[in-house]
């Protein structure tokens, strides 16, 4: 035995038996979850609920917002996230199987916002639509549903604001994912083979546009319906390099040339959980509201009034036409704190005379800035 080996025996001794420990004290959690289970499936339901809840958004919040504060390291906060989300996740599981519907295709970044809160112990169904995604939420086809609604570089998904605007889902937590791309293309290419065309969506070409300039100067460029897509093509096409994130290339079996090709390092896409449920305080809430107001002088500054006399600060107005045709108006507002917070009860309430119609989304845990 040399040396080396006997410096690395007790160590790895030593993990061996942590990985014990680790393991007694996993299936001492999980069997902690089956028995809130059962005493959750005993407790009546209540007025605005029609069935048990079992995922609690909230509460998930707070375990991770403690679990980090208390992280002495060398593991990141990030990492630390990541592992106690696919514990909770796997845990959650044994309660009751969760089902959740996502904007597809299968290897987009709506898939990774999804994996990212729930970890991969639920069962995801990509759907082709965003409107689809509203309907297996609405009808209980699927426990919960994500959906894009902001880009930090391209603005609003004005698509998701529309559904928004006659769903009876909530908005039960958000989730904020670092844009990253990557090139990429199938693994039986050769290092010399030309390239005949970049596939992507036309986002992830725009936003990678000085990157490609750069490195594939006269490459022609072709947009395509997703960056799923795009991998699927070069996956069945050797002479194709594909813009898309990290999961695509997992999902399609390709080979990345290069990472974070992103022109800003910065961009970011928010979601929203839709759900049917009631989301409680977490301790660091936001919450959105849907108000319809008539067109006319002063309208929105009433309307945001009742916000500063209570001392609550917004974080985004959007405004879309209001369907009626009448050129009367609807803004998005999102603003800290809790639906259940005296300052935005009272705030609620002021708006509520003002308004033509005040509408709660939801409130729900601020998403995690840990990436």
């Known amino acids: 035995m040399s040396a080396d080996d006997d410096q690395l025996k007790p160590l790895r001794e030593r993990i061996d038996a942590l990985d014990g420990q680790l393991l007694t004290l996993l299936n001492e959690r999980a069997q902690c979850a089956l028995e809130v289970g059962k005493i959750k499936e005993q407790q009546p339901t209540s007025a605005d609920q029609d069935a048990t809840v079992f995922y609690r958004p909230e509460r998930v919040a707070q375990i991770l917002r403690r679990l980090t504060e208390q992280n002495p390291g060398p593991l990141s906060n990030a990492d630390v996230e990541t592992l106690f989300r696919e514990i909770t996740a796997c845990c959650l599981g044994l309660e009751t199987p969760m089902s959740v519907a996502y904007f597809g295709p299968a290897g987009t970044y709506t898939e990774a916002a999804t994996v990212k809160q729930f970890g991969h112990f639920v069962q995801t169904s990509p759907m082709a639509s965003i409107d689809e995604v509203f309907r297996e939420v609405e009808s209980g086809v699927c426990d919960y549903g994500v959906v894009p609604v902001e880009n ?6 004005n698509h998701t604001l ?29 290092p010399d083979q030309e390239v005949s065309k970049i596939v992507s969506h036309a986002q992830s070409l725009a936003q990678c546009r000085a990157w490609l300039d750069q490195h594939y100067p006269g490459v022609p460029r072709t947009a395509v319906a997703s ?68 067109n006319e002088p002063g309208a929105l500054l009433r309307v945001l009034s009742p916000f500063q006399a209570n001392q609550i600060g917004l974080t985004r107005i959007e405004t879309r036409p209001a369907r009626s045709g009448d050129w009367s108006y609807v803004f998005f507002i999102d603003f800290d704190g809790h639906e259940s917070q005296t300052a935005a009860d009272a705030a609620l309430k002021d708006v509520k005379d003002i308004a033509l119609e005040v509408r709660v989304l939801g409130s729900y845990p601020k998403a995690s800035g840990q990436e």
């Not at 529309?162 to 039960?172: E, H, I, P, S, Y």
């Not at 390709?254 to 961009?267: G, K, Q, S």
């Open 152 to 157: 930090s570089t391209e603005g609003m998904v």
């Open 227 to 294: 960056n799923a897509e795009a991998a699927k093509q070069a996956a069945a096409d050797p002479g194709l390099l594909a813009v898309a994130g990290e999961m695509a290339a997992d999902r399609y079996d390709l080979r990345v040339l290069a990472t974070r090709i992103e022109d800003n390092p910065h961009n970011k896409t928010r979601f929203l959980v839709l759900g049917r449920q009631y989301v409680g305080p977490s301790g660091d809430d936001k919450t959105s509201i849907l108000v319809s107001v008539k």
């Open 162 to 190: 529309d559904c928004l605007l006659n769903t009876n889902a909530r908005v039960c937590a958000e989730v904020e994912l670092p844009i990253h791309h990557a090139l990429m293309r199938a693994k039986e290419a050769s």
